[in-house]
């Protein structure tokens, strides 16, 4: 057994003590079930852990997390994940969270191929095609890789507003907002990219769907 792996195990039992302490309650609390307000779509990066960022407690969000915290219209796993957070957990914000220095997004900027990864990075590249005039004309290379991070994030929240999911809780009055933040990994500190929805009426029309109920 490696001392990494035995360490993490010594870890696990540390940190039930340490809960124990605090309320002796806590894990019977939780098994009893989950009400999260939040549904958190990050990315995968290991320096960007949900809870820890907002001090979150075990149960008040719910997390989904990929390369560069993407919301693929075709990705049943996302799609999922949002289905059960919106109509059975109820929940009232869903925050698409970014980070400067993303992997996922340089690598969007780039040629170079990386595996099977390459086919999901595809989706990013779509984004800076989408924006690329205005990407291309910032010279200073960390400037326009902080800009792609923060114009893929804004980008993902309105693919959210655009699913079936979310828009069918609009119709049905729910009470739903989309955020989109970024995070700074050299400060600690998140930004509000001032992309918010609570409503399908920000949306071309093209994208407005009209929802049976």
Known sequence: MSDFYKKILDNN???????????????KD??????????????SDSRVPANEIIGAKPGEVFVHRNIANMVVHTDMNMLSVLDYSVNVLKVKHVIVCGHYGCGGVKAAMGNDSIGIIDNWIRHIKDVYRLHDKYLNSIPDETQRFNAFVEINVKEQVYDLAKTSIVQ?????????SLHGWVYGLNSGFVTDLGVNFSSNEDLDEVYQLNIKQ
């Open 30 to 43: 939780l098994a009893k079930g989950q009400q999260p307000p939040l549904l958190w779509i990050g990315c």
């Open 13 to 27: 039992k540390k940190w039930v003590e340490e809960q124990l302490e605090l309320d002796p309650e806590f894990f």
């Open 168 to 176: 069918a809780a609009w119709k049905n009055g729910q009470d739903l």
